[in-house]
């Protein structure tokens, strides 16, 4: 961070409320393509010379502005990045002024930066950048449920269409509260078919849950979508975790009797740390606690995968319970995760994949960081070019 001789004593500069009020009112209904003009008019209006925005693409590589005639910037080895990485303001030096890069955050979702552009900085001209951030991650969250033209602004490549209809399924990357964050990644960006992952707060309750369908084409990305659709019903409705099981066995059974998928679904009790969960037919989970997995500790009888319960068994599906301790770390994953091989066929692994976590959680790294971090080393590893879908889901309980 550059020493700031530029900035003036904390002073604070008159703001027209009315042009405030009208700009505000203003957001509301501009287009998406209309907010850089309207990002540099208010920080205008809060003494602040420009700002733009920019967003993270769907892989987070680099931060595309919205402004088309900018450039993208890197996510790694920018000033821009560093502030998205770290969910912290970072401040450079743009030779005739500074430039403030601030976060842009949605409740516990990192969505890309806010560069604001001030001949002098005081605390007054910080905390109206932090304000400004605040206001247009709400004005950008707002709009991208239905802007076509931001979510073209943050792919660097074609999309399938088995990846179209998923991620169309998908909930934000990151959810959270003070006291329980989740967070998930999948891979590839533009190719997914059968994986797919899910995450919701009710009140004091965190619900998790990831998919694999079978077979990698659209019949697969429809099953998991059936079956994403069947728990959000059951749940929304209060139904309890067997409940939301049986729903998504029954909803395959009934439109998809052919095709199935295996998948772990959770339920975690904030107040308390109690964890309920059932797996059916798919990797065992992770327990991270004090930097070490706890071998076993989420290990659970076989059950037959969502969707052929009824032809296998009678009996409903088993619930398995445990109580977290703070600070303990849950990983869900697909099997194609550690089944990723490097150019002499070695496999990622269980092992370098939990110590990836556990390393970079030790360096002080913030969950959805560690999965950025952790998915890109797979594609690397495999070069670029997975074999099969790769999906993780983090949770963690920090009351």
């Known amino acids: 961070m550059p020493d700031l001789t530029h900035a003036s004593a904390d002073a604070d500069p008159a703001v027209d409320e009315n042009r405030l009020e009208q700009l505000i009112t203003e957001a509301r209904t501009a287009l998406p393509v209309e907010l850089p003009a309207l990002a540099d008019r208010c920080a205008a209006a809060?003494?602040?010379?420009?700002a733009r925005i920019y967003l993270a693409d769907l892989q987070q590589r680099l931060l595309v502005p919205i402004d088309d005639a900018l450039d993208p910037l890197p996510v790694e080895?920018?000033?821009?990045?560093?502030?998205?990485?770290?969910?912290?303001?970072?401040?450079?030096?743009?030779?005739?002024?500074?430039?403030?890069?601030?976060?842009?955050?949605?409740g516990a979702e990192r969505l890309g930066v806010l560069a604001v552009q001030t001949a002098v900085l005081d605390g007054v001209l910080m905390r109206r950048s932090r304000m400004l951030a605040s206001f247009f991650a709400m004005v950008i969250s707002s709009k991208r449920a239905y802007s076509d033209?931001?979510?073209?602004?943050?792919?660097?490549?074609?999309m399938t269409l088995p990846a179209?209809?998923?991620?169309?399924?998908?909930?934000?990357?990151?959810?959270?509260?003070?006291?329980?964050?989740?967070?998930?990644?999948?891979?590839?960006?533009?190719?997914?078919?059968?994986?797919?992952?899910?995450?919701?707060v009710v009140k004091d309750e965190l619900h998790t849950m990831i998919l694999d369908g079978m077979g990698h084409d659209l019949l697969a990305g429809v099953t998991t979508a059936v079956a994403m659709a069947a728990a959000r019903n059951t749940r929304r409705s209060g139904g309890h975790l067997a409940e939301v099981?049986?729903?998504?066995?029954?909803?395959?059974?009934?439109?998809?009797?052919?095709?199935?998928?295996?998948?772990?679904?959770c339920r975690l009790y904030a107040d308390t740390g109690v964890l309920r969960w059932v797996n059916c037919g798919h990797p065992t989970p992770l327990l991270i606690r004090d930097e070490r997995v706890l071998a076993g500790a989420l290990d659970s009888p076989p059950q037959p995968p969502l969707g052929l319960a009824g032809p296998f068994i009678a009996a409903p599906r088993q619930v398995h319970e445990m109580k977290l301790e703070?600070?303990?770390?849950?990983l869900l994953y697909t099997d194609g995760v550690v089944e990723a091989r490097d150019a002499d066929g070695e496999e990622f692994g269980l092992n370098r994949f939990s110590d990836f976590i556990i390393r970079s959680e030790a360096a002080g790294e913030r969950p959805p960081e560690v999965l950025r971090l952790l998915i890109h080393a797979i594609l690397d590893y495999q070069r670029n070019e997975l074999r099969d879908d790769t999906t993780i889901l983090l949770f963690e309980w920090r009351p």
């Open 46 to 50: 809060l003494g602040l010379d420009s």
């Open 77 to 106: 080895g920018s000033s821009a990045g560093w502030a998205y990485r770290t969910v912290s303001p970072r401040v450079a030096d743009a030779g005739d002024g500074l430039i403030v890069w601030m976060p842009l955050v949605d």
């Open 149 to 158: 033209w931001l979510a073209t602004r943050t792919r660097t490549a074609a």
């Open 164 to 200: 179209e209809m998923l991620r169309a399924f998908l909930p934000p990357r990151t959810i959270g509260s003070s006291r329980c964050l989740s967070t998930a990644v999948l891979e590839p960006a533009y190719g997914i078919a059968g994986d797919a992952f899910d995450h919701s």
């Open 245 to 265: 099981v049986d729903s998504i066995d029954q909803a395959l059974a009934q439109w998809l009797p052919d095709h199935f998928c295996t998948g772990v679904l």
């Open 326 to 330: 703070p600070g303990d770390c849950v």
